[in-house]
């Protein structure tokens, strides 16, 4: 697709975009839900004269020193542009709001605002919430959020000052938070839609609950034909052909009863597992570099995370690398489209282009 005119005249997706990275973390407070806190992490556009000299970010992984970003700095101002645009990232079931920095900052390096909370009660730091617990705090979650970073940026002398387009968000996630996404435009565990979501990408997410691998008898373990009926945005289903926690057909029967949207996507990443998604190998290989071999990973409360890492990061698994570069083309593709309005990126959609990506299987209507 090289000699498209079109693909030659827009970014590409599968890289890293024209902006340096911000990266910072601030803690939110709802006051109208009994002061229920959520921490925040947010990645950002920085303009290049106020990159020069930051230093660059270091992540933490459970309240401990993690790897230093090779992309995002820390702390520098928000680029100077108005109206930006903003995403919203929800995390899995009891995860981090860092699951997914990869895809964090090359979103952010494209031009988005991309703020992911960590949902309190069902995260890693924080599991004591029962699913139903979790599942109706997470939509409130995300447009409480959206409320939060529209307020920053009304605000004078706030980093975010008028820098944030307040009228719309687009909003994506992993697993749990795959559902979460749905949710922001069908409506889940009894919260409404947010009517500010425009554009939705769940990745991995449960829709019938009989295909997953820990079946559910919650109602709100799936979405009935009538919830995704409702939704009326953008949508692209992600996920992999190789997961069997959260099985592939799911995507099947979404893009099938998503019937009201202007368009759908579905991109399947062959070979991906359900962790293929997350930074699994990139916590796993950074442990390891600094000499916590896997024996040592129960000692350090991350036991849990060595089946997945050898399932994900073995000689004999799709290569993470292009498992990520995968999942960025087609996020930041459909992101700048269908929130951008940047039509140059339909090239990307085309019959030709996606036959010249063999490593997925594509549907679009």
């Known amino acids: 697709t090289s000699s498209d005119p079109e693909v030659r005249s827009v970014d590409p997706p599968d890289a ?48 401990l020193l993690g790897p230093v970003s090779d992309v ?38 494209h031009g988005f605002i991309v703020a992911a909370p960590e949902h309190t009660g069902n995260a890693q730091q924080s599991p004591t919430d029962s699913f139903d617990e979790a599942a109706a705090n997470r939509v409130p979650d995300v447009s409480f959020l959206i409320d939060e970073m529209v307020r920053r940026s009304q605000e004078p002398g706030d980093a975010f000052h008028q820098r944030i387009d307040g009228a719309r968000a687009g909003v994506l996630g992993h697993s749990f938070g795959g559902m979460t996404s749905l949710g922001m435009a069908a409506g889940w565990a009894g919260a409404a839609p947010d009517p ?20 559910r008898t919650s109602p709100n373990a799936g979405f009935t034909q009538e919830q995704l009926e409702a939704i009326n945005v953008p949508v692209m289903l992600m996920g992999g052909s190789a997961d069997v926690d959260v099985f592939p057909e799911n995507n099947e029967i979404a893009f099938e009863q998503i019937v009201n949207a202007p368009r759908v996507y579905n991109v399947e990443i062959l070979g991906a597992n359900h962790t293929h998604f997350a930074n699994v ?23 849990d995370l060595i089946e997945p890492y050898d399932q994900t990061c073995g000689p ?23 929130m951008l309005g940047e039509s140059g990126y339909d090239a990307f959609f085309t019959p030709d282009a996606t036959r010249a990506e063999p490593g997925i299987r594509f549907f679009q209507k």
């Open 316 to 338: 004999d698994a799709l290569p993470i690398e292009e498992a990520n570069r995968l999942m960025n083309l087609y996020s930041v593709a459909f992101f700048k489209r269908h």
């Open 281 to 303: 190998c990139w916590i796993g290989d950074y442990l390891i570099s600094i000499d916590f071999t896997q024996d040592k990973w129960p000692g350090l409360g991350a036991g």
């Open 16 to 63: 890293l975009g024209a902006f340096d990275v911000g990266h910072s973390t601030f803690t939110a407070v709802d006051d109208a839900r009994d002061g229920r806190s959520l921490l925040i992490d947010i990645w950002y556009p920085v303009d290049a004269e106020d990159a020069a000299g930051a230093e660059p970010r270091r992540y933490t992984l459970s309240g």
């Open 196 to 215: 500010r979501v425009a554009a939705i990408l769940p990745m991995s997410a449960v829709v019938d609950k009989t295909l997953q691998s820990d079946t």
């Open 72 to 109: 995002a700095l820390a702390d520098p101002p928000v680029s100077s542009r108005s109206g930006q645009t903003l995403l919203i990232f929800s995390h899995g079931y009891r995860g981090i709001g860092t699951s997914a920095i990869g895809l964090m900052e090359v979103l952010a390096s």
